[in-house]
């Protein structure tokens, strides 16, 4: 019995969706290997916890339209360079992924409240 809400399935497709532009990435500019380099690794890390930490959650946005930017200033900029570039080869080469990440971008994120912000456990303010 598959218990996951719409909200969790679109949070792991967010995340798919981050580590399948990281991997584009890596692949063309660090190499190409099998796997992630260091930095990319860690980007893509970086990433799972500020999603698992979403002040958020059920009504998760994309984060380019979320009022909050909860990534430091420099891994921001980081995965802003990895959009930039992988953002329109996944139209090619993730079809899917790439409509569902339109789709969702065009949903409208909700106010943040205090009590968000408590219960993330996180002081997104403090953790740039």
């Not at 580590?19 to 990433?47: E, K, Q």
């Not at 329109?88 to 409240?113: A, E, Q, T």
Request: hydrophobic share 30%; glycine share 6%.
């Amino acid at each position: 019995m598959d218990t996951e809400t719409s909200a969790e399935r679109r949070a792991r497709r967010e995340l798919k969706t981050a580590r399948v532009m990281i991997d584009l990435y890596c692949r063309d500019h660090h190499g190409g290997g099998r796997g992630l380099c260091d930095d990319c690794r860690a980007l893509s890390a970086y990433a799972q916890q500020r999603v698992d930490r979403c002040p958020f959650r059920a009504d998760k946005p994309t984060c380019v339209n979320c009022p909050v930017h909860c990534f430091k200033p420099a891994m921001r900029e980081q995965i802003r360079l990895v959009m930039r570039y992988a953002g329109p080869r996944m139209v090619w080469r993730h079809p899917v992924l790439s409509l569902f990440h339109f789709l969702d971008g065009k949903r409208k994120p909700r106010s943040i409240s205090d009590n968000d912000v408590a219960r993330s456990g996180d002081n997104v303010e403090g953790n740039r």
